[in-house]
């Protein structure tokens, strides 16, 4: 695991080195929904990808995306305006169908390239720039614990959460 280092130091001219032990074929995916609700405070749904998959599959299907619109569906308890990037998991035939067959769910794709417009990439950035800046990880495990810690604190965050969905214009700024 290479780690994200955002700052370090070292002695004039010396080049500061960061060893890290080995390399792993293992990631960590997360899929995240920043929701909000008017009158309501905003939160964030996630779920972490499995680390053993019956399918082999080392990144979330269309299906690992439909579960947290469901559960973010029952807990907003109302309809659902949707914006996606255009990740190849959420233009799938069967997320296309599962869309078409729910009337709650209403979705608008990004353009691509368009990170400034995905709330989610403002959520991203936070997790690198606390949880993830300047440490090395020893092993997978460890990164799966600080990410889902670090997720579980940012959900009770609701002026950070805030700050990632007016940053992107889909809430009104205070």
Not at 60 to 87: K, M
Not at 95 to 105: G, H
Not at 141 to 147: E, K, Q, R, V, Y
Request: net charge positive.
């Amino acid at each position: 695991m290479t780690p994200p280092t955002t700052r370090t130091w070292s002695r004039r001219r010396r080049t500061p080195v960061v060893r890290v032990r080995g390399r792993s074929r293992r990631r960590l995916s997360v899929a995240a929904l920043p929701c909000s609700k008017s009158g309501q405070h905003s939160r964030l749904i996630y779920r972490p990808c499995p680390d053993a998959r019956p399918d082999g599959r080392k990144s979330f299907s269309w299906q690992d995306y439909r579960d947290p619109l469901q559960d973010a569906h029952h807990q907003l308890g109302g309809p659902i305006v949707l914006v996606w990037d255009n990740l190849n998991a959420h233009l799938a035939a069967g997320m296309r169908r599962y869309i078409a067959d729910r009337d709650w769910l209403t979705v608008y794709q990004l353009p691509p390239y368009a990170p400034d417009l995905n709330p989610v990439e403002g959520i991203w950035s936070v997790l690198r720039r606390t949880t993830t800046a300047n440490r090395a990880f020893k092993t997978p495990a460890d990164l799966i614990t600080a990410i889902r810690h670090s997720l579980r604190q940012l959900h009770y965050r609701h002026d950070v959460l805030d700050g990632c969905l007016t940053g992107t214009r889909l809430l009104d700024s205070p």
